[in-house]
């Protein structure tokens, strides 16, 4: 049971850290301080395996109490973590200087926080295993001579079976030990190094570093705590360690030689990266999505406080997307979109920040303007990009909607700029197209466009244009098809099938959700009840449930009538919820699910992974199933790192006696690669793309005739959004 103590002057960060660190190991022992005084004294008489700060504190900082840390004995080789707002260099210089092992910006990423906090806690624990060890032989020396050597020789063994890169030098630099795992890394065996000065083992300019390290512990007596360490192998190959040096004592008490500890975390720190790269990036263009364009938002704006500066923000939709994207299916689309996120970065250079909203918007900040003739120019570039003719490098011709909102004049909060060039990009399409307009403060949402999508959404239910696709699900075990998950699709009279990101959006924000979100339930339990019926087998039906309707409506209620109406057995319905349902951890949510769950009807999360700190909330409710991102799945077998996440993610679900499925499968490779990786379900192109109830039930029977492998003709690879 990890020691963990927090320090912070402010009882919500005291909250926010102990709740991270809870789900850092079973039942931690969470020690919280507001005065960093108040947690010397307890450090003075007690231990601990990890110790978080905040930098800035009335009584005293972060790096003055991580100095004072080190000079106690007690604790001079707990890792400490000191978390800032600045994210200038000198205050992590600071920090680190003073005996901080690892350093984060405030506002701290949920992912980073934990992934940095279970890595010392790794280190912690094997620095620990191997003093441990040391000290059980070490009390078992004679002082027979005899005894000593075989005391020495058991040592070395145990630390050869450290999976940790290990050695001692002496006071001139020299190897006086080198275990078998550092030797093997340099193709070598640890008698040929022993003798060698340092420069043999890491080579001149890592030697110059440890030389320098060396002498400091020499010189102080006291132990330097991990640092992070770029490392290349003598095959080129990048490693990333995590290295921690202590003195080592001869019979007389006096510091001989110095230890080495250097144990690698490239793999942590890949799978870190991949992750923060997902939630921050479009998968699509690579460019930064909605939420790292909010965190830039929130620096610039922060800037602007501190300063004068000004900047704009322009929200692009492009005028004839769609047109392409029909006439000429959605690779097109995608290689369209592609195209248009080159031109636009290489438009405006490295400081500005182009981003991905979703569908055909983009967004661009333009930071440090003059005026608002710097915004309009810009503007106007834009659109002349975006028009160019097809003879032209470009040849775009794709056009734009553009609204600009200017900073601090405009907004002052993210969610506000972004709401407000919203609403000017849409009075720039409500007049044609082809234009930008500034925001006005006098402006309406969505103009008479929204007004009449929002007339004919209230119609839809009433005039029975809504309809259920339904896409199969399959046990890789079995190969039986278990499952389908319901998907909603407007059958419009003039514009044909949509999909829901054309509509939901709306829904949600005039709460027509909630009626909508009730006809797919009902209509989802009679379909699967109908099914049974027909002899077509016991299938589970998926339902999404928006977070609004399970936040303001009794959704058991909903449920026990929906499955009394259709006579559906409740173990035959799953509803797949949100991360941003369970992320609150609201207790009228968990008692809502616990009704559920009681009923029989299972519980899933979809698109796992990609919402913000994706692993704090699994042990808080009663799941059954998550299901894996399809963005995960579409880089299996090009991506060292996808593959990683992915065989965590199942890893987790299994630890956790959850069910896992993969969303979008559509290759045999990421097939064979998910079944080797113990992943229990999927669903996705490969097998078939979302269909009506009546081509399932045929799909259904040609597959159970087949009994392998996907239905003729359901491969198609479609990018729609399929709910």
Same mark, same amino acid.
């Given at each position: 049971?990890?020691?963990?103590?927090?320090?912070?002057?402010?009882?919500?960060?005291?909250?926010?850290?102990?709740?991270?660190?809870?789900?850092?190991?079973?039942?931690?022992?969470?020690?919280?301080?507001?005065?960093?005084?108040?947690?010397?004294?307890?450090?003075?008489?007690?231990?601990?395996?990890?110790?978080?700060?905040?930098?800035?504190?009335?009584?005293?900082?972060?790096?003055?109490?991580?100095?004072?840390?080190?000079?106690?004995?007690?604790?001079?080789?707990?890792?400490?973590?000191?978390?800032?707002?600045?994210?200038?260099?000198?205050?992590?210089?600071?920090?680190?200087?003073?005996?901080?092992?690892?350093?984060?910006?405030?506002?701290?990423?949920?992912?980073?926080?934990?992934?940095?906090?279970?890595?010392?806690?790794?280190?912690?624990?094997?620095?620990?295993?191997?003093?441990?060890?040391?000290?059980?032989?070490?009390?078992?020396?004679?002082?027979?001579?005899?005894?000593?050597?075989?005391?020495?020789?058991?040592?070395?063994?145990?630390?050869?079976?450290?999976?940790?890169?290990?050695?001692?030098?002496?006071?001139?630099?020299?190897?006086?030990?080198?275990?078998?795992?550092?030797?093997?890394?340099?193709?070598?065996?640890?008698?040929?190094?022993?003798?060698?000065?340092?420069?043999?083992?890491?080579?001149?300019?890592?030697?110059?570093?440890?030389?320098?390290?060396?002498?400091?512990?020499?010189?102080?007596?006291?132990?330097?705590?991990?640092?992070?360490?770029?490392?290349?192998?003598?095959?080129?190959?990048?490693?990333?360690?995590?290295?921690?040096?202590?003195?080592?004592?001869?019979?007389?008490?006096?510091?001989?030689?110095?230890?080495?500890?250097?144990?690698?975390?490239?793999?942590?720190?890949?799978?870190?990266?991949?992750?923060?790269?997902?939630?921050?990036?479009?998968?699509?263009?690579?460019?930064?999505?909605?939420?790292?364009?909010?965190?830039?938002?929130?620096?610039?704006?922060?800037?602007?406080?501190?300063?004068?500066?000004?900047?704009?923000?322009?929200?692009?939709?492009?005028?004839?997307?769609?047109?392409?994207?029909?006439?000429?299916?959605?690779?097109?689309?995608?290689?369209?979109?592609?195209?248009?996120?080159?031109?636009?970065?290489?438009?405006?250079?490295?400081?500005?920040?182009?981003?991905?909203?979703?569908?055909?918007?983009?967004?661009?900040?333009?930071?440090?303007?003059?005026?608002?003739?710097?915004?309009?120019?810009?503007?106007?570039?834009?659109?002349?990009?975006?028009?160019?003719?097809?003879?032209?490098?470009?040849?775009?011709?794709?056009?734009?909607?553009?609204?600009?909102?200017?900073?601090?004049?405009?907004?002052?909060?993210?969610?506000?700029?972004?709401?407000?060039?919203?609403?000017?990009?849409?009075?720039?399409?409500?007049?044609?197209?082809?234009?930008?307009?500034?925001? /006005?403060?006098? #402006? $309406? &949402?969505?103009?008479?466009?929204?007004?009449?999508? +929002?007339?004919? %959404?209230? @119609?839809?239910?009433?005039?029975?244009?809504?309809?259920?696709?339904?896409?199969?699900?399959?046990?890789?075990?079995?190969?039986?098809?278990?499952?389908?998950?319901?998907?909603?699709?407007?059958?419009?009279?003039?514009?044909?099938?949509?999909?829901?990101?054309?509509?939901?959006?709306?829904?949600?924000?005039?709460?027509?959700?909630?009626?909508?979100?009730?006809?797919?339930?009902?209509?989802?339990?009679?379909?699967?009840?109908?099914?049974?019926?027909?002899?077509?087998?016991?299938?589970?039906?998926?339902?999404?449930?928006?977070?609004?309707?399970?936040?303001?409506?009794?959704?058991?209620?909903?449920?026990?009538?929906?499955?009394? /109406?259709?006579? #559906? $057995? &409740?173990?035959?319905?799953?509803?797949?919820?949100? +991360?941003?349902? %369970?992320? @609150?951890?609201?207790?009228?949510?968990?008692?809502?699910?616990?009704?559920?769950?009681?009923?029989?009807?299972?519980?899933?999360?979809?698109?796992?992974?990609?919402?913000?700190?994706?692993?704090?909330?699994?042990?808080?409710?009663?799941?059954?199933?998550?299901?894996?991102?399809?963005?995960?799945?579409?880089?299996?077998?090009?991506?060292?790192?996808?593959?990683?996440?992915?065989?965590?993610?199942?890893?987790?679900?299994?630890?956790?006696?959850?069910?896992?499925?993969?969303?979008?499968?559509?290759?045999?490779?990421?097939?064979?690669?998910?079944?080797?990786?113990?992943?229990?379900?999927?669903?996705?192109?490969?097998?078939?793309?979302?269909?009506?109830?009546?081509?399932?039930?045929?799909?259904?029977?040609?597959?159970?005739?087949?009994?392998? @492998?996907?239905?003729?003709?359901?491969?198609?690879?479609?990018?729609?959004?399929?709910?």
């Amino acid at each position: 049971m990890p020691k963990i103590v927090i320090v912070d002057d402010s009882s919500t960060n005291q909250r926010i850290y102990s709740k991270l660190a809870r789900q850092l190991e079973s039942d931690p022992d969470i020690r919280t301080f507001g005065n960093p005084r108040k947690a010397l004294e307890w450090l003075a008489e007690n231990t601990v395996d990890l110790i978080i700060t905040d930098y800035k504190m009335p009584a005293m900082s972060g790096a003055a109490l991580a100095a004072a840390i080190r000079e106690d004995a007690r604790n001079w080789d707990v890792p400490v973590i000191v978390i800032t707002a600045y994210s200038d260099q000198e205050f992590r210089v600071t920090a680190l200087e003073a005996g901080a092992t690892d350093f984060l910006l405030s506002p701290v990423d949920h992912v980073e926080f934990l992934a940095r906090a279970k890595n010392l806690l790794k280190l912690r624990a094997q620095q620990l295993l191997i003093a441990k060890r040391a000290d059980q032989l070490e009390s078992n020396l004679n002082i027979k001579e005899q005894l000593l050597r075989e005391s020495r020789e058991a040592l070395a063994q145990v630390i050869d079976t450290v999976p940790a890169m290990i050695n001692a030098t002496d006071r001139d630099g020299r190897c006086v030990f080198v275990n078998a795992h550092q030797a093997a890394f340099f193709g070598k065996v640890p008698g040929d190094l022993v003798g060698q000065p340092i420069e043999a083992l890491l080579g001149e300019e890592r030697a110059h570093i440890s030389r320098r390290l060396d002498q400091l512990v020499l010189k102080t007596g006291r132990s330097i705590s991990s640092r992070q360490e770029d490392v290349w192998a003598p095959n080129g190959e990048h490693r990333i360690y995590l290295t921690s040096k202590a003195p080592l004592y001869d019979g007389m008490g006096e510091i001989a030689s110095v230890l080495s500890t250097s144990i690698d975390i490239t793999e942590q720190r890949h799978a870190e990266r991949r992750l923060l790269h997902i939630v921050n990036h479009d998968p699509l263009t690579g460019l930064p999505n909605r939420l790292m364009l909010r965190d830039h938002l929130r620096r610039e704006l922060a800037r602007g406080r501190r300063g004068d500066q000004n900047f704009a923000l322009h929200f692009i939709d492009l005028d004839r997307f769609k047109a392409v994207n029909d006439a000429h299916g959605h690779h097109r689309g995608d290689e369209l979109l592609q195209r248009v996120a080159e031109a636009l970065t290489e438009l405006v250079g490295d400081n500005h920040t182009v981003a991905r909203l979703g569908g055909d918007e983009f967004a661009i900040l333009q930071p440090d303007i003059d005026g608002p003739d710097d915004a309009g120019r810009l503007a106007q570039s834009i659109l002349d990009l975006l028009n160019s003719e097809e003879n032209s490098p470009l040849s775009l011709n794709i056009g734009a909607s553009i609204g600009v909102t200017l900073a601090p004049l405009d907004g002052t909060d993210p969610d506000e700029l972004l709401k407000n060039s919203d609403q000017a990009m849409y009075l720039a399409k409500s007049l044609g197209g082809g234009t930008w307009r500034f925001f /006005a403060a006098d #402006m $309406r &949402p969505r103009a008479s466009q929204t007004a009449h999508l +929002e007339t004919e %959404l209230r @119609g839809a239910l009433s005039r029975r244009e809504f309809v259920l696709h339904y896409q199969p699900q399959i046990d890789l075990r079995t190969q039986k098809v278990v499952g389908v998950e319901a998907l909603l699709r407007w059958q419009h009279p003039q514009r044909g099938l949509l999909a829901p990101g054309s509509f939901l959006g709306l829904a949600e924000e005039t709460g027509l959700i909630l009626p909508i979100n009730e006809w797919v339930l009902n209509e989802a339990c009679r379909q699967g009840a109908a099914w049974e019926a027909s002899g077509l087998g016991d299938l589970r039906v998926a339902v999404n449930m928006s977070p609004i309707q399970f936040k303001r409506q009794g959704v058991e209620s909903l449920v026990k009538d929906a499955l009394r /109406a259709s006579g #559906m $057995r &409740p173990t035959s319905l799953e509803l797949e919820l949100t +991360e941003g349902i %369970l992320l @609150g951890h609201d207790e009228q949510i968990v008692k809502q699910m616990n009704v559920l769950r009681s009923l029989g009807v299972t519980l899933s999360v979809d698109d796992f992974g990609t919402g913000y700190s994706s692993l704090s909330y699994l042990r808080s409710f009663p799941l059954h199933r998550l299901k894996i991102d399809r963005s995960f799945v579409q880089d299996l077998g090009s991506d060292p790192s996808a593959l990683a996440i992915v065989r965590t993610i199942i890893d987790l679900g299994h630890i956790l006696h959850l069910q896992v499925l993969a969303e979008g499968v559509e290759a045999e490779h990421q097939l064979s690669l998910l079944r080797l990786e113990g992943c229990d379900e999927v669903q996705g192109y490969y097998f078939s793309r979302p269909i009506p109830a009546d081509a399932f039930a045929v799909w259904m029977m040609q597959y159970v005739s087949v009994n392998s @492998g996907p239905a003729p003709g359901s491969t198609e690879n479609e990018h729609a959004s399929a709910g």
